[in-house]
């Protein structure tokens, strides 16, 4: 057989020099031709019953437009100050993390799902709908991000004054790029002692292209600059593109379930216009559906009539299976039909992990509880399992180890399910050579998982942003980052340092099976795969795992790793020893090495006969995540 690895290429930025820095409803009034804001503000919140009209806002004074950054530098903040500015909230009070609305969002400290929120704001004369969507900043979120820029004609770039520019933010600007969306540069927290705007400015000038002139200079935090950035929002992204005149077109680019009123769709409409109770039809899957409810997200959800072209909003239409919802599917008029958009390139899983119920009795409500959140988090993929020890279950597929962590989270707390989560893995791909094993294994080429170790890695490339900054670009396995990688990296580079990756195909290496046998009988739920370099290492730390969770029988137990027909780690598991002389109380030497002997021969028959049943618990121990 021929191995291959999954690589992935790897960005990498370290602070090589310089300061210490700290871590860390009703129709809508008209007043001399203009909107009258502060009475739309506080009709709002009036009534949940009320419905506002946005038919009064011509296309032209739209704005739709996302904030993105590398994790930790304020965006969140930024957008609490932005909801302040345009009344949305009250200045009264202390807002934090306002569209973080995930119980493991406020926990963690970080934005892990794109939020929608619809503010208005009246600049030279006339009042503005911006459509803000706030996006994750960490890599393992990235599809968050793609998806919300597709309903964007523009991007905050956010970056932090004292950190500067991280890999993240270089991967979300060209990501905005690549789409030829507007980018806006801001330079936050430059109220801090040690905030360096200067040298950072000349860091987004070099990487960037972006004239530092060009570049707003806030404090997200006090509140400082907020009006300059809404008003490069308005003068500097352009409206969004449509005609009222066209059939109704809208994109399906988020969505999330509700117990009572069922599957919920963000959606942007690209041409024409919908109201509650018209007919839609689905382009995935071609089933036609009624619209209960249309509304816009202020942060809540604020019901409308109607929606227009290059408007942001939600709607509602008793779609009750979370099969029915796809991702970048395109909706619009039963009879009316168009040609769909192009939607969304579907996740590249980066990490498996196995997903068990703690007892298979719970198997059809963790199902359910699997698919409404994948409803809400589009980028897991899904596929059965099953296991010999843990019984039915999922293989499933995340961005990121982070993402896998949350994904587990969400499942605790949002649906009350406790499982049995395995061990990462990553994909390889093994090529099969000779015509009897091709048809036994159904092709010439195979991919199978296995739980991954260490690093190795090749660098292509160094470049210095500024006299403090340094880039590399390395390929490497994906098996050698997605465990305790980047908690390293903060370790070694005292917390300044920061990495990006993205799928780099496979690459032939040497690689092989590891076979675990106890008393010389293959257990075949713990084989896993190792670099030769790393295998015996790894088969050591196996065996002495087991060691101590196999319980002790009456028969001694040869716990061993193989690799191929050579034998590289073992421990023994003592038996339990019944003291056969206790009854003896005098006479003969021989009288006791007699019984010694008779318990030594049956305790030989019995390891010759006796099965070792390896608990579940032994299992989920050496399968668990670290």
């Known amino acids: 057989m021929v191995w291959r690895e999954k690589l992935v290429k790897f960005l990498m930025f370290k602070l090589i020099a310089g300061p210490i820095a700290r871590l860390k409803s009703s129709n809508i009034p008209i007043l001399n031709g203009q909107h009258n804001h502060k009475h739309l503000l ?67 400290g970080i934005t892990v799902k794109a939020q929608t929120a619809s503010l208005f ?20 979120f990235h599809y968050e991000v793609s998806r919300s820029l597709a309903a964007c004609q523009g991007v905050i770039l956010l970056v932090d004054a004292n950190q500067g520019v991280q890999a993240q933010t270089v991967a979300n600007f060209f990501l905005a790029f690549e789409a030829d969306l507007t980018i806006i540069p801001v330079l936050n ?58 059939p109704l077109k809208m994109l399906l680019f988020d969505s999330w379930y509700d117990q009572h009123r069922g599957a919920i769709a963000n959606i ?12 839609v039809k689905s382009a995935h899957s071609g089933k036609s559906y009624q619209v209960q409810e249309l509304g816009i997200m202020h942060p809540d959800p604020v019901v409308v009539p109607q929606l227009y072209p290059g408007q942001v909003g939600y709607i509602i239409c008793n779609m009750r299976s979370a099969t029915e919802i796809q991702i970048g599917d395109t909706l619009y008029h039963e009879k009316n039909p168009v040609k769909p958009l ?8 980066m990490v498996y992990a196995g997903v068990f119920p703690n007892d298979q009795s719970e198997y059809p409500a963790l199902k359910s509880a699997i698919e409404r959140l994948t409803l809400n988090d589009s980028s897991v993929s899904i596929h059965p399992d099953s296991s010999v020890a843990l019984g039915q279950g999922w293989r499933l597929g995340f961005l990121g180890l982070l993402h896998m962590d949350v994904f587990n989270q969400r499942l605790e707390q949002e649906h009350n399910t406790s499982v049995v989560m395995t061990a990462p ?51 490497l396995p994906l098996n050698e980052i997605i465990v305790d990688f980047f908690d390293e990296l903060k370790s070694f580079t005292s917390g300044y340092g920061s990495f990006d990756y993205e799928e780099h195909g496979y690459r032939k290496s040497d690689l092989v099976k590891i076979n675990i046998l106890l008393n010389n009988k293959d257990v075949e739920e713990l084989t896993t795969i190792a670099h030769r370099s790393k295998a015996r290492k790894m088969a050591q730390s196996m065996c002495l795992k087991l060691k101590d969770s196999i319980p002790r029988q009456l028969f001694e137990i040869a716990v061993q ?36 002997k008779k318990q030594a021969e049956g305790k030989k028959k019995m390891r010759k006969i006796g099965k070792v049943e390896v608990p579940k618990d032994t299992f989920i121990n050496i399968l668990k995540r670290i």
């Open 425 to 475: 893995n990553v994909p390889y791909k093994v090529k099969i050579i000779g015509t009897k094993n091709i048809k036994s294994y159904q092709g010439e080429e195979i991919t199978i998982l296995n739980p991954c170790q260490e690093r190795r890695g090749e660098q292509v490339d160094q470049s210095y942003i500024d006299d403090t900054r340094i880039m590399f670009k390395v390929i």
């Open 121 to 140: 704001y009246d600049y030279s004369g006339a009042t503005y709908l911006l459509n803000l969507i706030d996006t994750p900043g960490h890599v393992d």
């Open 42 to 108: 506080r009709s709002f919140h009036s009534s949940t019953k009320d419905k506002l009209d946005l038919s009064s806002i011509p296309q032209d004074k739209i704005r739709n437009f996302s904030i993105i950054a590398h994790v930790d530098h304020g965006k969140s903040t930024l957008a609490d100050r932005l909801l302040e500015t345009t009344g949305v909230i009250s200045r009264e009070g202390k807002n934090e993390q306002v569209l973080d609305k995930l119980q493991v969002e406020r926990e963690r």
């Open 268 to 279: 942007l409409v690209k041409d024409g216009t919908v109201s509650k109770g018209d007919i």
């Open 342 to 349: 192009p939607g969304f390139k579907p996740a590249k899983p």
């Open 561 to 596: 790793a193989s690799v191929g027909n050579k034998i590289i780690a073992r421990e023994t598991i003592k038996p339990y020893r019944k003291d056969v002389t206790a009854k003896l109380y005098g006479g003969d030497v021989t009288r006791k090495t007699k019984l010694l």
């Open 189 to 246: 927290k430059i109220d801090l002692k040690l905030a360096r705007p200067d040298l950072v400015k000349k860091q987004i000038e070099n990487l960037f292209d972006i004239s530092s002139s060009d570049i707003l200079k806030i404090s997200a935090k006090n509140g400082i600059g907020i009006d300059d950035v809404l008003q490069s929002v308005i003068e500097k992204i352009a409206p969004p593109p449509g005609s009222m005149d066209k």
